[in-house]
């Protein structure tokens, strides 16, 4: 079992930068990949970013190619979300997510944070 906790999210200005936070629970977090999924007012979520167990390989969505990085630290259980040139089409609640196999698709996380909201004003 994997519990997952964001933070950091907030509001911004657009052009901003914020960090996001994903503390996990457990004594095997080495072993999940991460990502991160946003959900906007009225959409469905989707897909930012993830990484595999050992932090080696990331992949992005178009949309957020080369403002956004993940990264992890697996001493300390997180999972991080560097925002950077944040946009007003990037307010959402975003999640991370934790699971046993290297995808883009929901279906393939087993653990999900509540989500922490972020907000670029334009």
């Known amino acids: 079992q994997v519990q997952l906790v964001e933070s950091g999210g907030g509001l911004v200005q657009a052009g901003g930068s914020l960090r996001l936070s994903c503390a996990a629970s457990g004594r095997t977090f080495s072993s999940y990949g991460m990502g991160w999924f946003r959900q906007a007012r009225g959409k469905e979520r989707a897909f930012v970013a993830r990484i595999t167990g050992s932090g080696g390989l990331q992949s992005y969505a178009d949309s957020v190619k080369g403002r956004f990085t993940i990264s992890r630290d697996n001493t300390k259980n997180t999972v991080y979300l560097q925002m950077n040139s944040l946009k007003a089409e990037d307010t959402a609640v975003y999640y991370c997510?934790?699971?046993?196999?290297?995808?883009?698709?929901?279906?393939?996380?087993?653990?999900w944070g509540q989500g922490t909201q972020v907000t670029v004003s334009s």
């Open positions: 997510a934790a699971g046993l196999v290297w995808d883009t698709r929901e279906s393939f996380y087993d653990y």
